[in-house]
């Protein structure tokens, strides 16, 4: 168990509908970021919060969004699913914003599947 | 982004060290390397990291060349439980940059 949580750790939904993927930071850590994995893609950088703040943004659809809650938990809204969506979702967390010797600790990923 | 170039693969038999090697020709001067390995079915997990001198740690060792422009990760006896996808990064430079970009890693296979 590496301290971050993810739930729900499975999900099948279908085409056009809104997912809400949760995350729970490791005790102490303040920056959240959300990685999606996908078989032809692989780990792609989505987004990261610092502290409640949106610090950095990758690659993400405009049809996802998220937030961090002032208790640090985080959430991954992926709103009018494709299939293409369907993929593995990391949530990752740090204690610091930055660093250079800055560490993340990964959770069991959410498997979302679109059908 | 600095890149880094890996093999697609590697294999290895149990309890014999494994060298994972990683050119980075473009790395600057405050890049840190980093190593993390995604077991199946799970998510990505930190092995190590160095700037400079060769580091060593309870899982691994990096060696990193004297111009930086290439590091080794060392599994100095390989276990079935090692076998997993090995991504070397660097740390985004400069300090407006917090993300780590994976590329594509090298698979490795442990034989028994």
């Known amino acids: 168990d590496s301290g971050v949580t993810q739930t729900p750790k499975h999900l099948i939904t279908a085409t056009g509908q809104r997912v809400t993927l949760r995350c729970s930071p490791r005790?102490?850590?303040?920056?959240v970021y959300w990685y999606q994995q996908s078989l032809d893609q692989g780990l792609q950088f989505l987004i990261q919060?610092?502290?409640?703040?949106?610090?950095a943004k990758g690659n993400i659809l405009e049809r996802f969004s998220a937030q961090q809650f002032p208790d640090l938990h985080s959430e991954l809204n992926l709103s009018s699913l494709e299939l293409g969506d369907s993929a593995l979702y990391f949530c990752a967390s740090s204690v610091r914003l930055e660093g250079w010797a800055n560490v993340l600790t990964f959770g069991a990923g959410s498997r979302l599947t679109v059908l | 982004d600095a890149k880094t170039t890996q093999p697609n693969s590697m294999e290895s038999n149990e309890e014999e060290p494994v060298h994972l090697p990683c050119n980075h020709s473009?790395?600057?001067?405050?890049?840190?390397i980093h190593w993390y390995r995604q077991l199946p079915s799970q998510g990505p997990e930190y092995v190590i990291h160095g700037l400079t001198s060769n580091v060593n740690n309870r899982m691994a060792s990096l060696a990193i060349a004297e111009d930086r422009k290439s590091s080794t990760l060392i599994l100095h006896r390989a276990t079935l439980r090692d076998a997993a996808v090995y991504y070397c990064?660097?740390?985004?430079?400069?300090?407006?940059?917090?993300?780590?970009?994976f590329g594509k890693g090298t698979l490795l296979t442990v034989n028994p």
């Open positions: 919060y610092y502290n409640g703040e949106e610090r």
């Open positions: 005790s102490g850590d303040l920056s």
């Open positions: 990064i660097l740390r985004d430079g400069g300090g407006s940059n917090y993300k780590l970009t």
């Open positions: 473009t790395i600057s001067g405050t890049d840190y």
